[in-house]
């Protein structure tokens, strides 16, 4: 998952933190249960926390501090050394979570790094629950929880979720006729069809845009009629018949003028180009990529684009209400090495608490419980809200963690491309790609 600057919080206000306090036995009321605080009195270090950049300025944002609680009534300040860049933060976690001691208290990372073969430096949580449970556990979207379970063990709390949606340019559309958004795939993609053509001036508009031909783009298209790569139980089916709706439908759109011909070297950024110049009626990708596709600055379509859940196929509407496209996330975990789980495990259940939540919401975050979009406030600066929950209550991550993910992404976007460009039958690809990926599967 990339840290995209669709939901880029302003600027955190700077806080000084009170040092040298002494720890009590104080509980935060935070939610539905109390934050219960360990029975340790020493002088108040700060606590170490290992962020992207941007969980501090949603955490320490216009709206609120949410970790003011914690050191309110621990007596203890919060210190992060935050980073820019996903695989650097990545990287190292994984060497200080490595070391015997770590002054590491609490680390955050995306569901995709964590995989087996680190799991065994994160602290399984399930004893933490049990001793000190989450407020309202029940109000957290469940693609969330089970995606930080990896290996039997619930290694991490869900902090920040990305999910997927359809966005459409609501005057392209009307220029082809159509003045409404699609019910069912079959829909859009008649609708893709129809929108692409060649303006009098000559600019050629396609029907859709993504970011490239990588396992979680061609996944949330699949979701449509409930395809997978990798199943939970480590299956590929890539062969299966969403998979191949998916492929196919992107190889015929493809020789068809409707997907854009540089669709290998597209990236996440060119999405937002093609739609705020008029290029692409459709683009399926983060739905907080709405505030950039709507940016006055960057074209004459602001406020026309609209952000909606992809449509299920009509064959699925008794079942989903809406595709069960991914979401991905980042976490909370406390390293196994660190010297002061206790704490570590206060602090990251108060930024999990519903008012917490609500607050880093407000600050720009992507907010991981339900009753987050009940808020006026949040609502008001979120105009795809309800769409945004409808899909929250039935994604989940684009594949399950294992050791050779990255491997296997890499030859999904070899065997996709070949298929969309013709090199091969879909039929083909998807069949040679089940052969590859399976020996990396685990037993």
């Known amino acids: 998952m990339m840290i995209d600057p669709h939901r880029m919080p302003p600027k955190a206000n700077d806080q000084s933190l009170r040092r040298g306090c002494i720890l009590t036995r104080r509980a935060v009321l935070g939610g539905a249960a109390a934050l219960a605080m360990p029975a340790i009195v020493r002088a108040a270090e700060p606590l170490s926390v290992f962020s992207h950049k941007v969980h501090q300025a949603t955490s320490v944002g216009a709206a609120g501090d949410i970790t003011a609680a914690f050191t309110r009534e621990s007596g203890v300040p919060v210190q992060w050394t935050t980073f820019g860049d996903n695989n650097l933060l990545g990287e190292r976690v994984l060497r200080e979570a490595s070391l015997e001691r770590t002054g590491m208290d609490v680390a955050f990372l995306l569901n995709t790094q964590i995989v087996p073969r680190v799991t065994g430096l994160f602290e399984a949580l399930e004893p933490w629950i049990a001793k000190a449970p989450v407020a309202a556990p029940e109000d957290v979207f469940p693609g969330l929880w089970s995606g930080m379970k990896v290996a039997g063990h619930q290694v991490g709390l869900p902090f920040r979720q990305a999910s997927s949606g359809l966005h459409y340019n609501e005057v392209i559309l009307a220029e082809r006729g159509i003045d409404h958004g699609p019910a069912t795939v079959e829909e859009m993609i008649e609708m893709i069809r129809r929108c692409t053509w060649r303006r009098a001036d000559g600019t050629r508009v396609v029907g859709l845009v993504m970011p490239g031909m990588t396992y979680p783009n061609v996944i949330d298209l699949a979701r449509a009629w409930d395809g997978d790569f990798i199943t939970p139980d480590f299956k590929c089916v890539a062969d299966q018949p969403g998979m191949l709706n998916a492929i196919r439908l992107l190889r015929a759109l493809y020789q068809e003028g409707a997907f854009p011909h540089n669709f290998t070297t597209m990236g996440p950024e060119d999405p937002t180009q093609w739609m705020q110049q008029g290029r692409a009626a459709f683009a399926l990708q983060s739905m907080s990529r709405n505030r950039l596709f709507n940016d006055p600055k960057g074209g004459a379509y602001a406020g026309k ?139």
């Open 305 to 443: 684009i609209r952000t909606v859940a992809l449509p299920v196929s009509a064959a699925l509407k008794s079942r989903y209400a809406v595709a069960p496209t991914k979401v991905e996330f980042w976490g909370m975990a406390i390293p196994r090495s660190a010297q002061r789980k206790a704490l570590s495990w206060a602090l990251m259940r108060s930024m999990l608490t519903p008012e917490a939540t609500r607050i880093a919401a407000l600050n720009g975050n992507g907010p991981v419980r339900n009753s987050t979009y009940d808020d006026p406030t949040f609502r008001a600066t979120v105009p795809y809200a309800d769409e945004e929950r409808r899909v929250l209550k039935v994604a989940r991550i684009p594949l399950p963690a294992f050791d050779e993910a990255a491997r296997a992404g890499d030859l999904f976007k070899e065997e996709a491309e070949a298929a969309v460009l013709g090199l091969k039958p879909p039929e083909q690809a998807m069949a040679d790609l089940v052969k590859r990926v399976t020996p990396l599967l685990p037993a």
